[in-house]
């Protein structure tokens, strides 16, 4: 009798369970003008946010604004080089967690648009390519080329393992999966587009595929087959654009609108009021189109991700680390004028009967006025075992993605003349017998400096750091790092280097001395610990120091420079405790005052 109770309670179960499954399953197609979701028209509002840019713990709560917002859907890349470091070392846990962000979307009633190119762009480290697609001979991104495509297609079937079961036809929340980005402004090889396509579909990928160019490049970016989305904001245009590549109809969706822009180290902050876009937002919902803000949240790039900008004509614009983007959500996660203006303009265009959820007050905020520095050490005190070598090698060479590289060599002294590095990338540190003797910076197309050496044998010490690689345009096969060519001393070549790599992806193995001093002779380290009664969101005030990087509690809040336009790094909630807290600051060039923290960020001075 218990057997067939048993029995009973699993056919029961199964029933019930097939039950929901059915009635989590639902389709997503292109109707003629308009997407359509269980046969029923749909307009797609979303926003676009990226997992690596938010903290993990935080990625429920930016999801809940979006929802307050008005969004249904939400936007985002997928970054090879966060999943594939190292060639063949895959990682998608913790914050590189991206099934886990799709899914708790689904939780949170959001739709996901998946971007996972694999080119991105992003203003992110190499458009999101991994640094040791450089060290294949011959490789080509963005091409035919067999050692790419034999990358690409191990790195995107990865991908499909994670997020194909995760798509509207297999009972997940995932629309559609965008095929390359942008490409019409890189090329225009159809053939190459189509390849693109039979990997996604290799990798599991059978839902909606589709592509997305601004619109002066739309005729040379789209696959026939595939529907085309439009980076702009001119709904007739959008229309036209569209039919013109897609058999005379749609439907329409707008793959990236910009409400504002991003920012670079030594500009001005991008901002643009809400006034300017709202009409525009309007009438694009009241034309029916379907739209992705980009960016509805910036957040931060952390660590050494940020990328850099870089064609004829122009200087080397390395990003900052705030993605703040004067996003309707800021870089904090809190609602800004710009989002109240635009939920006002997305009620208006709500279904009858429908109404948003009330909007999350802003997050605490605190300043912490003082944190002590109570240690310190110079890399010297830090010296990793030394690659040899007779000429310079540069980041790749040593199978080095990201950070600083220490280059030494050995002169003779009791001249004065100019040193000059050919190929720095990207800015240098130039130390004589442990004292800073000057810098050097790609920005300003710099190579040369004057220095005068002492009498005798002088140790020459080169701090090179990589600001970030180049994430857009033809320079993208251009992107080695450190000193790439020759050093030379009043024209005779320096050589017989040694080379000690900081990329200070374990900053808890730095030995520090108890003493600090009120200047600085060369780059170094400081230690120091603060206790907090309560926690909150706060931004660490760099104003007074010089250029470097900061860690707290061993996570990476990204660069700080002087320079400006962004003097304070933002340090989430989640990321610190009540009692100790650790922090960890190294410094290029000239340390300020103890560290403090205010309430508030400031990312719009310049020095």
């Given amino acids: 009798m218990r057997n067939i109770k048993y029995f009973l309670l699993l056919i029961i179960s199964f029933v019930v369970s097939s039950s929901f499954a059915q009635k989590s399953q639902h389709?997503?197609?292109?109707?003629?003008?308009?997407?359509?979701?269980?046969?029923?028209?749909?307009?797609?509002?979303?926003?676009?946010?990226?997992?690596?840019?938010?903290?993990?713990?935080?990625?429920?709560?930016r999801m809940k604004m979006a929802k307050a917002m008005g969004l249904n859907t939400i936007g985002t890349y997928v970054?090879?080089?966060?999943?594939?470091?190292?060639?063949?070392?895959?990682?998608?846990?913790?914050n590189n967690d991206v099934a886990e962000f799709v899914r708790i979307a689904k939780e949170e009633?959001?739709?996901?648009?998946?971007?996972?190119?694999p080119y991105i762009c992003a203003e992110w480290e190499f458009g999101g390519y991994p640094y040791w697609l450089q060290n294949e001979k011959g490789l080509e991104v963005r091409s035919k080329e067999q050692q790419y495509l034999k990358a690409y297609d191990t790195y995107i079937r990865e991908v499909g393992k994670q997020l194909a079961p995760l798509q509207v036809n297999h009972g997940g929340n995932i629309l559609m999966v965008q095929v390359e980005n942008e490409y019409g402004s890189y090329g225009s090889d159809r053939e190459y587009l189509a390849i693109n396509q039979k990997m996604f579909r290799d990798a599991g990928f059978d839902g909606l595929l589709y592509t997305c160019d601004p619109p002066a490049d739309l005729m040379k970016g789209y696959l026939p087959g595939l529907l085309p989305a439009v980076n702009g904001d001119d709904p007739g245009k959008v229309k036209s654009l569209v039919k013109a590549a897609h058999d005379g109809k749609g439907p329409f969706y707008i793959a990236e609108w910009y409400p504002a822009?991003?920012?670079?180290?030594?500009?001005?902050?991008?901002?643009?009021?809400?006034?300017?876009?709202?009409?525009?937002?309007?009438?694009?919902?009241?034309?029916?189109?379907?739209?992705?803000?980009?960016?509805?949240?910036?957040?931060?790039?952390?660590?050494?991700?940020n990328g850099a900008n870089f064609k004829d004509g122009t200087p080397f614009e390395p990003e900052i680390s705030s993605y703040d983007y004067d996003a309707p959500l800021d870089e904090a996660g809190n609602a800004t004028a710009k989002f109240m203006a635009f939920r006002k303009v997305i009620e208006k265009h709500l279904p009858v009967g429908q109404a948003l959820p009330e909007v999350p007050p802003a997050k605490p905020a605190i300043a912490i006025p003082s944190i002590k520095l109570t240690g310190s050490a110079t890399?010297?005190?830090?010296?990793?075992?030394?690659?040899?070598?007779?000429?310079?090698?540069?980041?790749?060479?040593?199978?080095?993605?990201?950070?600083?590289?220490?280059?030494?060599?050995?002169?003779?002294?009791?001249?004065?003349?100019?040193?000059?590095?050919?190929?720095?990338?990207?800015?240098?540190?130039?130390?004589?017998?442990?004292?800073?003797?000057?810098?050097?910076?790609?920005?300003?197309?710099?190579?040369?400096?004057?220095?005068?050496?002492?009498?005798?044998?002088?140790?020459?010490?080169?701090?090179?750091?990589?600001?970030?690689?180049?994430?857009?345009?033809?320079?993208?096969l251009q992107n080695k790092k450190g000193i790439t060519g020759k050093v030379t001393f009043n024209g005779k070549e320096v050589d017989n280097?040694?080379?000690?790599?900081?990329?200070?992806?374990?900053?808890?193995?730095?030995?520090?001395?108890?003493?600090?001093?009120?200047?600085?002779?060369?780059?170094?380290?400081?230690?120091?610990?603060?206790?907090?009664?309560?926690?909150?969101?706060?931004?660490?005030?760099?104003?007074?120091?010089?250029?470097?990087?900061?860690?707290?509690?061993?996570?990476?809040?990204?660069?700080?420079?002087?320079?400006?336009?962004?003097?304070?790094?933002?340090?989430?909630?989640?990321?610190?405790?009540?009692?100790?807290?650790?922090?960890?600051?190294?410094?290029?060039?000239?340390?300020?005052?103890d560290l403090s923290s205010l309430a508030r960020p400031i990312l719009d001075k310049l020095k």
């Fill in 27 to 61: 389709t997503f197609s292109l109707g003629d003008s308009v997407f359509l979701l269980d046969g029923k028209p749909f307009q797609m509002i979303s926003g676009e946010m990226h997992y690596p840019r938010i903290p993990r713990e935080a990625w429920r709560a």
């Fill in 79 to 94: 970054f090879w080089n966060v999943h594939e470091p190292e060639k063949g070392k895959f990682d998608f846990s913790g």
């Fill in 109 to 117: 009633g959001l739709w996901v648009i998946l971007r996972p190119s």
């Fill in 261 to 305: 822009w991003f920012d670079w180290w030594g500009t001005a902050h991008h901002t643009v009021p809400a006034a300017k876009y709202t009409g525009q937002l309007d009438t694009i919902l009241a034309a029916g189109i379907s739209i992705n803000m980009y960016m509805f949240h910036g957040g931060t790039t952390r660590g050494f991700m």
């Fill in 379 to 476: 890399l010297e005190d830090n010296l990793p075992k030394a690659k040899l070598s007779k000429e310079p090698l540069t980041f790749e060479d040593m199978k080095q993605a990201y950070g600083y590289v220490l280059y030494r060599a050995a002169i003779e002294g009791g001249k004065t003349g100019f040193l000059k590095i050919n190929g720095l990338r990207d800015y240098a540190v130039v130390v004589v017998n442990g004292k800073t003797a000057g810098v050097l910076d790609r920005r300003l197309k710099q190579d040369s400096l004057l220095i005068k050496l002492p009498k005798g044998k002088v140790k020459l010490d080169i701090l090179a750091e990589n600001l970030g690689r180049i994430n857009f345009g033809k320079y993208l």
């Fill in 497 to 593: 280097w040694k080379m000690y790599q900081y990329p200070f992806s374990n900053i808890h193995s730095v030995r520090y001395l108890a003493n600090i001093s009120s200047t600085q002779s060369q780059p170094s380290l400081y230690h120091g610990v603060f206790q907090l009664k309560k926690t909150g969101d706060t931004y660490l005030d760099m104003s007074k120091w010089g250029k470097g990087v900061v860690w707290i509690n061993g996570h990476n809040l990204g660069r700080y420079w002087n320079i400006g336009p962004q003097q304070t790094l933002y340090i989430p909630v989640e990321w610190l405790k009540k009692g100790n807290n650790e922090v960890v600051v190294f410094e290029l060039l000239q340390r300020g005052s």
